[in-house]
């Protein structure tokens, strides 16, 4: 893992990832029904990703693959059940909150909830200096209106609420909160999803704007292949909790390796109405996190399962360009 991650670039030299996970794991205990025992159901199991400053990772993969869950471990939310997380370095268990809070800020999926509908948006944005203790309230003031702007919020805005916003306007504001502590790392967990998609592009080229400007490091969040392809470094899929396939976005758009990276791509909608409506390959839906298949778990919506995959599950393997988890590189 680390051999092939050097070879990538990932790891080069002495520069320490701004964000690293060793074998992070996240277990639940769940409750069937009232008179029964808990089960466990392993929502991210051994993920090992590193990500370098100024660099964007995209996570990927269907709704229930463990994505939401990673990403409030990454913010410190929830502690892993096993392995940990790395912080510039240092171990995230070992950081106050408050201190993690400022290098880590979350933008997340629907700017319609994560926003107080009874403040202004001034009182938004100027919330995490406020609960920082930081700057006077001219000085919060005056941070505000330059966030604003930078964000591409019109000042007149400032004493607005969030209901006489639009969907966009929102989550600009959601940003500006995000980035007033001016934290290193973002985590953005589907920050376009809820939007329409005409909406999607302006905030997609907002946050890449942005990136370069203030030198931020990101951990994209997405279920959708296409909205991350011009936006990320590198792309993390995931299936159940696991890992299966890592490496450079230009070589996993290029030519995917796991066959559920693939059919991930191929049902991704084009505007070229020649194409049609794109096949999605995938059979049934996700198995029960619960009981998950034996073997490899993607084996029962595979094209290309053998009787391997049912009775063997494969370790993530180090091919010329990338990770994958897959019988079919050994």
Known sequence: MNQIMGQFGHTGGEEVPALECRKVGRTYMIKRGMFAEKQPLKAVQGINL?????????????????????????????????????LDGMPISSVSILDIAKKVQPVFQDPYSSLNPRKTIEAIISLPLKVHKIGTKEGRHARVVEYMRLVGLPKRLIHSYPNQ?????????????????????????????????????????LLQDLREELNLTYAFISHDLAVVEHLAD?????????????????????????????????????????????????????????????????????PKATDECSQEAPVLLETEDRLVECHLYK
């Open 165 to 205: 916003l639009s969907g966009g306007q929102r989550q600009r504001v959601a940003i500006a909160r995000a980035l007033i502590m001016e934290p290193k790392i973002v985590v953005c967990d589907e920050p376009t999803s809820a939007l329409d998609v005409s909406v999607q592009a302006h905030i997609l080229n």
């Open 234 to 302: 590198w792309v993390a899929v995931m299936y159940l909790g696991r890992l299966i396939e890592y490496g450079r976005a230009t070589d996993i758009f290029a030519n995917p390796k796991h066959p559920y990276t693939r059919a991930l791509l191929d049902s991704v909608l084009t505007p070229d109405a020649r194409l049609g409506l794109p096949e999605i390959t995938l059979g049934r839906g996700l198995p029960n996190p619960l009981s998950p298949p034996s073997g490899c778990y993607f084996h029962p919506r595979c």
């Open 50 to 86: 590193k990500v370098n400053r100024g660099e964007v990772l995209a996570i990927v993969g269907e709704s229930g693959c463990g994505k939401t869950t990673l990403a409030k471990m990454l913010l410190g939310l929830l502690e892993p059940s096993e392995g940990e997380i790395l």
